[in-house]
C-alpha cells in the first residue's frame, strides 16, 4: 500500500471515527450556571473579598453577591490568579465561556484574554498542571469586551480534564472580574490518548495517523 492510500486510508478512518463519537452533541453546560458543580468544587488563588467576590460568585449569568470572581492582585501576563473547577471526574471539554462582573451595572471589569490550565488523575497535584494550546499551537483565548455579555470560544482539539483552570491574562496591568461557565460531556474511556489539549497536530500522513490514534483511545457519553 502507497502512501497515498495510506493518507486517504487514515483521513477517512478520522472522519468515521469522529462521526461516530458525535463530538458536535458534546456540548452540554458542566454546571456553573445551573449549580450541578457545586461551591464546594471551586478553588481561586485569591480574591479581593471572598464573602463579596470569591470563587462562588463566579458563576456565569448569575447576580450573586459581589457579581464574579475578582481576584486581588492586578492582572498583567506575569501575575498568575485562576479561578479552578474541579468537574469530579475526566471530563471531555469541547468549550469555555466567560463573562465579566456586572455587578447590577456597577462592574466595570473583565478577562479580554485567558489560558486554561488543566490536571488529569495521576498528574503531580502541584506541578503536574499544563497550559491548554488550540489546534494553531496558541495558549490565549479571547475572553470579553465589556462587562455584560458573554464570550464562549470552542476549543479544537477538545481537552480532557478532571480539574480546570482559568487564568486571566493582560498585556498591561488591569483590574479583572470573571465569570465561567465549561462545555463538554462526561468521558467513560480508560485511555486519555497523547495529543488531547495539545494541539501539536502534524500534517499530512503524520496529521492522519495521530488524529485517528487520538480518536480511537477516546470515549464520550453524550447523554
Not at 452540554?28 to 464573602?51: K, Y
Not at 449569568?61 to 470572581?69: F, I, P
Not at 474541579?86 to 469555555?96: E, M, R, S, Y
Amino acid at each position: 500500500m502507497n502512501m497515498e492510500r495510506l493518507l486517504l486510508l487514515g483521513l477517512s478512518m478520522l472522519v468515521a471515527c469522529s462521526q461516530a463519537l458525535s463530538l458536535d452533541q458534546c456540548d452540554q453546560a458542566l454546571g456553573m450556571e445551573s449549580g450541578e458543580i457545586a461551591d464546594s468544587q471551586l478553588t481561586v488563588s485569591s480574591s479581593f473579598s471572598d464573602h463579596i467576590v470569591g470563587a462562588h460568585s463566579a458563576r456565569i449569568r448569575t447576580e450573586h453577591r459581589g457579581g464574579a470572581w475578582c481576584p486581588l492582585q492586578a492582572i498583567t501576563d506575569q501575575v498568575h490568579e485562576y479561578l479552578q473547577i474541579d468537574l469530579g471526574q475526566v471530563t471531555v471539554i469541547t468549550a469555555a465561556e466567560t463573562q465579566g462582573r456586572f455587578g447590577n451595572g456597577r462592574g466595570m471589569e473583565w478577562a479580554e484574554r485567558y489560558e486554561l490550565e488543566y490536571w488529569r488523575p495521576g498528574w503531580d497535584a502541584e506541578t503536574g498542571w499544563r497550559t491548554y494550546r488550540n489546534v494553531s499551537g496558541h495558549t490565549r483565548l479571547d475572553g470579553n469586551v465589556n462587562s455584560y455579555m458573554a464570550a464562549k470560544t470552542p476549543l479544537d482539539p477538545p481537552l480532557l480534564a478532571a480539574k480546570v483552570r482559568l487564568v486571566p491574562r493582560s498585556s498591561h496591568p488591569r483590574t479583572v472580574c470573571l465569570r465561567a461557565e465549561l462545555y463538554g460531556c462526561r468521558y467513560t474511556g480508560t485511555e486519555y490518548g497523547a495529543r488531547w489539549g495539545k494541539g501539536a497536530y502534524g500534517t499530512g500522513l503524520e496529521h492522519a495517523r495521530k488524529g485517528v490514534r487520538t480518536y480511537m483511545s477516546t470515549k464520550v457519553h453524550t447523554s
